[in-house]
């Protein structure tokens, strides 16, 4: 008996058609359901996603700008200009002391010619033209300036017999450095040995920097500094002291601290100085006296056309200590001297 085979499997419509075709390549289809936007909704905007390739409708800028410049536009302050080391008054490196030695002539050397060269070298203080210096005081005679150290200073003409050099480290207006260091002696003899002109160094006795003699030139007030330092001798009220007289003036100092003079008129003066031990008198010494005459000139200064020039007053009393020093008028005027504190 012969059967009629089945007609094959017809589907109804297109998408059994397509269901079908899937199931037999072995393909799962995924079907998404079409989001209903909600009432009233807010539109969201397109969420980019990564890819290598670039939308034709991104816009994309052909260079990329320029890093912002964090100096443009910026006012920028000029560098205060650094202090020449030359005219500074202080020590190159400040946890260091500055330190000035006598290399020549050695210590008790005798030389055979009456002219002496004197040779120094400076550590960690730089000199220069009109700022920091040495200040030479050959034997007991006035402060002679240094600032090359590239020759040596030249003594002509000494006579025979001993001679000292004492050098002082000093800042661009004068003053001598206060430490230890800054400070040398040496001593020496030509053609012969004798005592003339020596101190020992252990000895007390006394050395003055300013007033050098000469012109000194002072600002309004007349001020004038007395720079100086002692060896071997504190300072004390009840120990070592300096006196001094200027013109008809004198005082006492019996502590180390900056001492000046005010109310100096134009005019010559003549000081003495003297260092004195605990009884009031004077200690034995070739430098323990000093004397020094100086021209006190005032300082010009420019001034408008229109201003006037103040009247020159006269000197006042000054008080020194516990007593009034009164100066007495004089050919110039004397000197109205007082301690700076």
């Not at 600002?219 to 008809?248: C, M, Q, S």
């Amino acid at each position: 008996m012969l059967h009629r085979s089945k007609p094959p499997c017809r589907l109804p419509n297109t998408f059994f058609t397509i269901l079908a075709i899937a199931s037999c390549a072995g393909v799962t289809l995924a079907f998404a359901q079409a989001p209903v936007a909600p009432t009233n909704s807010i539109p969201l905007p397109p969420v980019a996603t990564p890819s290598a390739t670039v939308s034709s409708t991104t816009a994309v800028p052909t260079t990329l700008p320029a890093t912002p410049d964090p100096n443009a536009h910026a006012i920028v302050a000029p560098a205060p200009e650094p202090i020449n080391p030359g005219y500074s008054g202080a020590p190159n490196d400040p946890a260091k002391p500055a330190v000035v030695r006598i290399i020549s002539p050695k210590p008790e050397e005798i030389l055979a010619s009456s002219t002496a060269d004197i040779f120094f070298t400076v550590d960690n203080y730089t000199l220069a033209e009109g700022g920091n210096r040495l200040h030479v005081i050959v034997n007991n005679n006035e402060p002679i300036p240094v600032h090359d150290l590239r020759q040596p200073l030249t003594l002509k003409e000494l006579p025979e017999g001993g001679h000292t050099v004492r050098v002082l480290l000093v800042q661009p207006d004068g003053h001598s450095l206060p430490n230890a260091e800054a400070y040398a002696m040496a001593h020496f003899f030509i053609r012969k040995k004798n005592f003339q002109n020596y101190a020992a160094a252990n000895a007390p006795y006394l050395t003055v920097n300013l007033p050098v003699s000469g012109i000194v030139d002072v600002e309004e007030n007349g001020r004038v500094w007395f720079d100086f330092r002692t060896h071997n001798a504190p300072l004390a009220p009840n120990g070592y002291r300096v006196h001094y007289k200027i013109n008809n003036v004198d005082g006492t100092i019996t502590e180390k601290k900056p001492v000046f003079w005010d109310g100096m008129k134009p005019g010559r003066y003549e000081l003495l100085v003297e260092l004195l031990d605990a009884a009031g008198s004077p200690v034995l010494g070739v430098f323990n006296q000093v004397k020094r005459s100086f021209d006190v000139r005032a300082a010009v200064k420019a001034l408008p056309v229109e201003a006037e020039v103040p009247a020159t007053t006269t000197a006042t009393p000054v008080r020194h200590g516990n007593n009034t020093n009164r100066a007495t008028p004089a050919t110039p005027a004397a000197a109205a001297p007082e301690h700076g504190d």
